[in-house]
């Protein structure tokens, strides 16, 4: 995988095929865009790339993802928290 989910896994209690597959319940959907996002904003990869690692998602999907992402970082507090939780675990490691 592109990047390191474990990260993002254990910060959610999910599993890697978890993150990947086509459930959309919200807590995966969440923490599969912010994987997303993660991935985007960290890694110079096309949307392509992104969206085949999770789960052979079309790029459109993953552009939706981390727009959807930016747009909520402006007014969640928690979902700022918990990105630089994991920026943490990602680079500290």
Do not use: W
């Not at 993002?8 to 969440?30: A, F, H, P, R």
């Amino acid at each position: 995988m592109l990047f390191r989910s474990k990260c993002i896994n254990e910060y959610y209690g999910l599993t890697k095929q978890q993150l990947v597959s086509k459930t959309k319940t919200k807590n995966i959907t969440d923490a599969r865009h912010i994987a997303m996002y993660l991935c985007r904003k960290h890694l110079d990869v096309p949307y392509m790339k992104i969206g085949d690692e999770f789960g052979k998602r079309d790029h459109s999907t993953v552009m939706n993802a981390c727009r959807k992402i930016e747009k909520k970082l402006k007014s969640d507090i928690a979902l700022n928290l918990a990105i630089k939780d994991i920026e943490k675990l990602l680079f500290n490691d």
